[in-house]
């Protein structure tokens, strides 16, 4: 499978909130396929960037999966990484570990560390993160929905 990870294009925004929807997080939060796009459209205009992991060699290419960033979410100094998803039928074939590496590399250098939230049931997550490097720091119960507690990860930049 050839990927190539660019910036998403206007017209790739409906597909990647379809592909948050279809994970556990768009379950268990309730997302909406058309709210949760036109979200991400506002935030794309007002400066995060979201990037998408596109497959390439296929006759009707599809995204794999797609990273969404806040520039200075992380406490307004630091990238923050507010959503990653993959393709639920490229789930463990490594798009993850690209979209982070990624992520990481499109904002190395701006502030001192990298951040997000991960909710507390999505364990194989945490281990994912953990595997590059991110420690869990903190936890915020009912954060962003009642029963659910986001776990904070944070992985200090190397300069």
């Known amino acids: 499978m050839a990927i190539i990870i660019e910036d998403a294009f206007p017209g790739d925004i409906l597909r990647c909130a379809q592909i948050a929807c279809d994970s556990e997080i768009g379950r268990r939060y309730g997302f909406v396929q058309e709210s949760l796009a036109a979200r991400m459209q506002e935030?794309?205009?007002?400066?995060?960037?979201?990037?998408?992991?596109?497959?390439?060699?296929?006759?009707?290419?599809d995204i794999a999966g797609f990273a969404w960033i806040d520039l200075k979410g992380g406490f307004g100094q630091s990238p923050y990484l507010k959503l990653i998803a993959a393709n639920p039928a490229r789930r463990s074939s490594g798009v993850g570990s690209r979209l982070l590496a990624a992520f990481e590399a499109r904002t190395h250098g701006r502030g001192r560390a990298w951040l997000l939230l991960c909710s507390d049931f999505n364990t194989q997550a945490i281990r994912f993160y953990e595997n590059h490097g991110y420690a869990v720091v903190g936890a915020l119960p009912d954060f962003a929905k009642d029963g659910i507690t986001e776990m904070v990860l944070y992985k200090l930049q190397e300069h």
């Open 43 to 61: 935030r794309l205009i007002g400066g995060d960037v979201i990037l998408v992991a596109r497959e390439t060699e296929q006759a009707a290419p």
